[in-house]
């Protein structure tokens, strides 16, 4: 297993929900100077602040980032709010003027998540110090290349990693500037034991409203901190104008999230676990069905072979999976899980039966 530093050990002093807050992009010291006022006026002084100094945009012409000159202005933050400052880079350039300019934390943006010789090249160049790294996912759902990323600063040394869920380019679901697609966080964690992931509803949502809804939910899921685009005059900000907040309406955002504690954090009460060891056995149960289902199947498949009939058979499969959906659904399965259910199941199936047919020819050869 891959050992890293979770965002407590970091040595910033933060505990969690890891609130990151500020601008899209760094505009002029008087922008950073009223955002920090602001914040500090409402009353919400974030984990850590976040500025764009290099903006990837999708189009050139577009605003594309003040440049090093920005940096500088980090010290209004520290003199304002004294938090630790974010920045993303997106070669090994940025790395390497972050450092000089004693950033934080860095992070890593969707737009070079997919490529791996920019992100080798952030990691070689942050190689032997051990700055804090956040990984957004890639623009496309891919775990791998999610994990890659964050692999190839591990493997240059860095453990203290964290990873940020910007949600997935879809150009069909229009309700989202990028789809959350829930399950990838959820796997990330899942594979990679105690990866500490923070959401990013502004880049999801893309527009003001519906971020709060975001945030909820990521942290209904148990996801581990937010990352909220903030600005004191969003209407004319220089890049992602229509999804960034005022300070005043994050506080907002904040107070009426309701924050859950991770079940690890709390001894397990015994209700809790009388409830997981039913699940427990449950799951013995059904790994059972599975095993005598199985061994039906390898019959159906001896059959197949002694009769000379291939495998697949469409008509059976389609009846397979309407019949059981039906059932699934009258039992408040979701039709999406059922299917994904069955098609694993026949998936198994078929491939089983395949593999008898082979190793019966090759008894014969
Ligand atoms: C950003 O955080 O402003 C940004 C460019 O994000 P992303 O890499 O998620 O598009
Ligand atoms: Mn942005």
Redesign the pocket.
């Known amino acids: 297993m891959k050992e890293h530093k979770q965002i407590k050990d970091w040595g910033l002093g933060l505990t969690g929900p890891t609130i990151i807050a500020g601008p899209?992009s760094a505009e002029s010291p008087e922008q950073i100077e009223q955002i920090c006022i602001e914040m500090k006026e409402n009353n919400i002084i974030p984990s850590m602040f976040r500025a764009?100094i290099w903006?990837?945009r999708t189009r050139p012409g577009s605003f594309e980032g003040i440049g090093e000159e920005g940096l500088k202005w980090m010290e209004i933050v520290r003199h304002h709010l004294n938090i630790p400052i974010t920045i993303?880079v997106g070669n090994a350039a940025h790395a390497e003027i972050a450092l000089r300019n004693n950033v934080d934390v860095v992070w890593v943006?969707?737009?070079t998540t997919v490529n791996p010789f920019a992100v080798q090249e952030i990691a070689d160049a942050l190689r032997g110090t051990d700055i804090p790294v956040m990984v957004?996912n890639p623009m496309n759902p891919d775990l791998e290349l999610w994990m890659g990323a964050l692999e190839r600063f591990h493997a240059v040394g860095l453990t203290k990693l964290a990873a940020i869920h910007?949600g997935f380019s879809d150009a069909y679901d229009k309700r989202y500037r990028n789809k959350p697609n829930w399950s990838m966080p959820m796997h990330l964690k899942r594979v990679w034991t105690g990866m500490e992931v923070i959401n990013?509803p502004s880049?999801i949502v893309g527009k003001r409203d519906g971020i709060l809804e975001i945030s909820q939910k990521a942290m209904n899921f148990g996801l581990d901190g937010l990352m909220i685009?903030t600005h004191h005059d969003p209407d004319n900000a220089w890049s992602?104008a229509k999804q960034q907040v005022t300070p005043a309406r994050l506080k907002e955002i904040i107070d009426a999230i309701d924050f859950k504690k991770p079940v690890e954090s709390e001894q397990p009460s015994e209700r809790l676990n009388d409830l997981r060891r039913a699940v427990d056995h449950m799951d013995d149960q059904l790994l059972d069905i599975l095993q005598e289902r199985f061994a039906v199947i390898d019959q159906i498949g001896a059959h197949k072979r002694e009769h000379h009939l291939s495998v697949f058979q469409s008509d059976r499969w389609k009846d397979v999976m309407e019949s059981r959906t039906q059932k699934g659904v009258a039992k408040n399965l979701s039709e999406k899980f059922m299917k994904e259910l069955l098609y694993c199941i026949h998936e198994e199936s078929v491939k089983r039966q395949e593999k008898q047919l082979r190793e019966a020819d090759a008894v014969k050869k």
């Open positions: 899209c764009g903006k990837p993303e943006g969707a737009r957004k910007r990013d880049h685009e992602d």
